[in-house]
């Protein structure tokens, strides 16, 4: 670990006034990364690969973009058609923003098997749950940009969510269409902030990077860096394993975008948006499924609440829930390497997710409502009841003195 | 390494086989007859592309428009600049004012979108019984199953209506329509059109090619994106396997 030296004396001056390359030394090359982290910890920096890719092909979709309900539906479609490789970068930005959700699911899921949202990293969790929040917003507002039947209806639906907030709501609603239905003033608005936020992203990014930094990774054994044995610096040994990351992960993403282009999308956003016709089944797109499903699965009203605000507020407690998870988690061991029960609790947790998911994607029958009941029940009681409990009762397994001590005995 | 390969397996197919089950119509399974353009490989027919547009041409766009598509596009589909100015030329268009500030009907030209048969919607359903037929330039992307819709509902008309179904008057029984009573009456038959190319005109292949034809009008680029991609990952294997071997150099002396 050496810090920055240079015999460039141009090189040297600006270091001096400015320290970009001492702080690229420290923070990008030197910086201290635990020597055992597997794969799973690739899937940060494809995360911020994508974004970068959404980053720069939505920048120059919007060079040929018109945000007029009159013209949106068929400028896009000018992009696919007339405009030089203007399908290309359509469909990176279209399949980008699938791609961006499963990096990030991945990493959230992740995090939670080898508990890294324990502190001291609770912030590092914050702010990336606020990426998470920023990206579902981001995702949701370019999905109306085509002006399509459900990039129309989609919005009319989540936007009517906020009506079932009392005396406020039918405000909000009305704030957001910038009228009094979704029309031309809600495209502008939610260009406008399509454009926006994905700049927000980059903001969070960067402290979500500062914590990571402050903080160091956590690794699959749980346990603290002690010395300079159990770990190496950031470059070589994970800039090329990212950058090996990359190249596994372009080659997952284009054959979408090559070959199956619309694999992700649905049908009807090729119809021009037409208020007069609703489609027969209006779904999210499928990053928000599991979230749809729990807000659907409130169907009764209860003590004078209607079950479409118990809904709202179920599916927006589903995402606040996860702040308070480092105090949820009652355990003192993080991996859930060395946590026999916990494994088997995270994968039922995860399989639970995944019905949610499917049954958010499905019409409202029977018998998938009752499932998706009950999954919701679980997804709570996940939080509230499972990990608070199971940090009292499980009896964790011997942690390693070390992380060197662990993956040399490994090797012996 | 290997659990994340299963569980990228896992995921893909549990994605793949919800938007299967998704894939509902008018109750009967779609056809699939395989087209040429499908696959990892797949190239339009431009033969066939040609056949279609002449079904098109000559048959639908009496009724549908095809408003994305420029008549000079269609030296894709392997006509000449004559044939193209021909096909052009065949239906009016409103021009811009003249000097002296009126409107004129001028001809079509290439550089025009295809100029549908209607001036506009409301003209559309009032010749049609109060159905307005559907644009077709992006149908074969924006109805589940895509072309295998398409080709299936093309020669899914029954003429006697099955028991348990009421189909109201001027409309026909289609198997594979959402909801079955479809305003379109069947179109295809023997012999409807004459192909240039001399091929038997039998309905399954008016189906295939107008199909054909349609997917075409949709996925324009589809042949270029396929080709590009091809390439794209030829080097992003190669370039891949570089990268690991260089990362197996890199950590050999640490572990």
Redesign the interface.
């Known amino acids: 670990m050496s810090g920055f030296q240079t015999n460039n004396k141009v090189i040297s001056w600006l270091d001096q006034r400015l320290p970009i390359f001492s702080m690229m030394q420290h923070s990008a090359i030197d910086y201290p990364t635990p020597r055992n982290l597997n794969y799973w910890w690739n899937f940060g920096s494809l995360a911020a690969f994508v974004l970068v890719v959404m980053l720069l092909t939505g920048i120059f979709l919007v060079m040929n973009y018109s945000s007029h309900t009159s013209l949106a539906f068929d400028s896009v479609e000018r992009i696919m058609r007339d405009v030089n490789y203007g399908w290309l970068i359509r469909y990176l930005h279209m399949n980008g923003a699938s791609m961006f959700f499963i990096m990030v699911y991945i990493h959230m899921f992740r995090n939670l098997y080898y508990g890294s949202y324990k502190a001291p990293r609770e912030v590092l969790w914050w702010v990336g749950i606020l990426i998470y929040l920023a990206m579902m917003a981001t995702g949701f507002l370019g999905y109306v940009l085509p002006w399509g039947q459900m990039s129309f209806w989609g919005a009319t639906v989540i936007t009517n969510l906020f009506s079932a907030f009392p005396v406020v709501g039918q405000h909000i609603v009305t704030l957001l269409w910038g009228g009094f239905s979704v029309d031309n003033p809600t495209l502008n608005r939610f260009f406008s902030l399509h454009y926006l936020l994905p700049f927000v992203i980059v903001g969070l990014v960067v402290v979500h990077v500062w914590a990571l930094h402050t903080v160091k990774s956590n690794n699959p054994l749980g346990v603290e860096m002690k010395g300079e044995a159990d770990s190496i610096p950031f470059h070589p040994y994970y800039t090329i394993k990212d950058l090996f990351g990359i190249g596994v992960f372009l080659i997952f993403f284009l054959g979408f975008v090559f070959w199956a282009p619309n694999f992700f999308g649905e049908p009807d956003n090729y119809i021009p948006a037409n208020p007069m016709v609703t489609p027969p089944h209006i779904v999210p797109e499928w990053y928000y499924l599991p979230f749809y499903a729990i807000l659907r699965s409130f169907t009764l009203d209860l003590f004078g609440i209607p079950a479409k605000l118990q809904g709202v507020v179920a599916m927006f407690s589903a995402i606040i829930i996860l702040f308070f998870l480092p105090w949820l988690d009652t355990s003192k061991v993080r991996s859930a390497k060395f946590r026999p029960l916990y494994r088997q609790f995270f994968w039922l947790f995860l399989i639970d997710c995944l019905v949610l998911g499917y049954v958010g994607g499905k019409p409202a029958e029977e018998p998938l409502v009752t499932i998706g009941q009950l999954c919701t029940a679980y997804y709570f009681a996940h939080f509230l009841i499972i990990m608070p409990l199971l940090g009292k009762l499980e009896k964790p397994k011997a942690l390693p003195a070390s992380i060197a001590a662990a993956v040399l005995k490994e090797k012996a | 390494?290997r659990k994340?390969i299963l569980s990228?397996i896992a995921?893909v197919g549990?994605?793949a086989s919800?938007?299967a089950?998704?894939a509902s119509g008018g109750g009967e399974p779609l056809m699939k007859p395989g087209f040429s353009w499908e696959g990892?490989f797949g190239r339009y027919d431009q033969a066939q592309l040609k056949r279609g547009f002449e079904i098109f041409n000559g048959v639908c766009s009496n009724c549908h428009g095809l408003r994305?598509v420029a008549y000079r596009?269609l030296a894709a589909v392997g006509l000449t600049e004559d044939e193209i100015k021909a096909v052009a030329s065949a239906r009016e268009i409103a021009d811009t004012p003249n000097d002296e500030g009126e409107v004129r009907m001028r001809p079509g030209r290439p550089s025009d979108k295809y100029i549908g048969p209607f001036p506009n919607d409301k003209a559309a359903a009032f010749a049609n019984g109060g159905a307005l037929p559907p644009d077709l330039?992006?149908m074969a992307?924006?109805?589940?199953g895509?072309p295998n819709y398409i080709y299936s509902l093309m020669q899914g008309f029954v003429e006697e209506v099955p028991e348990g179904h009421t189909i109201p008057e001027g409309k026909y029984f289609n198997k594979y329509f959402?909801g079955n009573a479809i305003s379109m009456p069947p179109q295809l038959m023997e012999d409807l059109v004459s192909y240039s190319d001399g091929t038997k005109a039998t309905v399954e292949q008016e189906a295939a090619d107008i199909t054909a034809f349609l997917n075409w009008a949709?996925e324009?680029?589809l042949d270029?994106?396929?080709s590009?991609?091809?390439k794209?990952?030829i080097f992003?294997?190669v370039?891949?396997a570089m990268?690991?071997a260089?990362?197996r150099q890199?950590?050999k002396n640490?572990?």
């Open positions: 390494m994340l990228a995921a549990l994605m919800s938007g089950a998704m990892f994305l596009n330039s992006l992307k924006a109805r589940v895509g959402p949709a324009p680029e270029a994106r396929k590009l991609g091809l794209v990952m992003l294997v370039f891949t990268l690991y260089l990362k890199i950590w640490l572990h």
